[in-house]
């Protein structure tokens, strides 16, 4: 195979030794896969578990998958759920009798750019604090990571106006980057020690000039075809100035209220805990479950909800993640995925919100509420 010079090239048959690989060294595989006519995160054991030649189509509100008419393996953009139920489970015994849940390293396999990036986000508020939630430092530990560059980012997708993709820059064991180009093959880099022994035992071939300059066009292109980004400068001061804006009562109208933006979120990780009795004194049992800023009990203190009205939790929503989330950890609390405007039954488009809260033109190509008219 010659001297070791990265990247290198996987042929498909490679990919499916690395799955192979992974489940030969004792851990579970979680990757894409085809589900009730989504793509959810759930364990894999082979290449067909992947949606094989399916792309999907995405708009404010609207989620659909198609047949692209190839093989591609990764032909879509993020997958309906992210990867946070891996280590922040929407449900979980903390006291009491429960499901065992001794927590074993996992596989992540196809990560996209954005969601490693909140994944990292989590790992800032979860884990490199000083108080660490033990739980998901115990579920995170030990977790290996194959990544792969979005070629194929939905309508919805903004990361490259974030800095957060499309190409995966950090915290992969390896990359693979998926070329249809005169030839199924998979650009490689190892990210880490470990991903180097795993693409050696899965066996690659040297790239090529050609692979090389591929891999490259496909992430310009991917970045291109993103044409959608909120304007970052001045946004924090922006939107502490936007408490009293007129315009969070018309969003507030439309919007459900139903949390599905933060559940869908892969930064969003509020959560709160139940307690439960039995009848007959038996069994207790304090329960952690995902909380969301759109329901009136996540602000109830003393008396009542500090945010009755959905406008306030709207404003709440978008102020955290654009503003005070800085304040927080340093970093914007959003990685550009798109889901939580994919996934709005009254199809709320945060981008929108947005550019309508700091009255600014859109982007180019994007759409807009001001004053309640859409306009192109
Ligand atoms: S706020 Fe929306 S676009 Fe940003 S990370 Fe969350 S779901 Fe993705
Ligand atoms: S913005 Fe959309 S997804 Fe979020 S709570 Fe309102 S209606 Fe539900």
């Known amino acids: 195979m010659g001297v070791r010079a990265y990247p290198v ?40 578990d992947l949606p094989t030649g399916t792309g999907d189509d995405q708009a404010p509100g609207r989620y ?46 196809g990560v996209r750019s954005c969601d490693l990036a909140a994944l990292d986000l989590h790992d800032r508020a ?11 430092a115990r579920r995170r530990q030990g977790t290996v990571v194959v990544a792969v560059t979005c070629t194929e980012p939905s309508a919805m997708c903004f990361c490259a106006g ?36 795993l693409l050696a035992e899965a066996g690659w071939d040297p790239a090529a000039a050609r692979d090389v300059e591929a891999a490259a066009d496909a992430v310009r292109d991917a970045a291109g075809r993103m044409r959608r980004a909120p304007r970052l400068d001045g946004l924090r001061e922006d939107l502490y100035g936007a408490a009293d804006l007129p315009h969070w009562e018309q969003v507030g109208s439309r919007c459900l209220a139903c949390a599905g933006c933060t559940l869908v979120c892969p930064t969003c990780f509020c ?4 307690d439960t009795s039995g009848v007959r004194g038996e069994d207790a049992r304090r329960i952690r479950v995902w ?4 329901t009136a009990a996540f602000s109830y203190l003393h008396g009542g909800s500090v945010r009755e ?14 503003a005070t989330w800085t304040d927080q950890f340093g970093v914007l609390g959003c990685v550009g995925c798109g889901r939580c405007t994919t996934w709005c039954p009254a199809g709320i488009d945060l981008l929108a919100e947005l550019a309508a809260v700091r009255g600014l033109s859109a982007p180019p190509g994007d759409r807009r509420v001001t004053d309640g008219t859409e306009t192109g």
Do not use: M, N
């Open 9 to 48: 090239v996987l042929p498909v048959d490679g990919v499916q030794k690395l799955i192979d690989l992974l489940r030969g060294r004792g851990l579970p595989v979680v990757g894409p896969t085809p589900r009730d006519g989504v793509i959810v995160h759930a364990p894999i054991t082979s290449l067909a």
């Open 309 to 322: 009205s959905i406008a306030s939790r709207y404003r709440q929503w978008i102020t955290h993640k654009f």
């Open 162 to 197: 974030l800095r957060t993709g499309p190409e995966p820059s950090a915290g992969y064991d390896v990359r693979l980057t998926e070329l249809t180009d005169g030839g199924h093959r998979f650009l490689a880099v190892p990210g880490t020690p470990l991903g180097e022994d």
């Open 291 to 294: 909380d969301s800023c759109f």
């Open 126 to 136: 979860l884990l490199r604090r000083p108080a660490v939630d033990v739980r998901y």
């Open 64 to 109: 659909r998958l198609r047949a692209r008419g190839d093989g591609a393996l990764f032909g879509y953009a993020v997958p309906a759920s992210s990867w946070k139920h891996l280590f922040l489970p929407p449900r979980e015994v903390l006291l009491g009798d429960g499901p065992a849940t001794d927590p074993v390293p996992v596989a992540l396999f």
């Open 271 to 274: 959560t709160t805990v139940e």
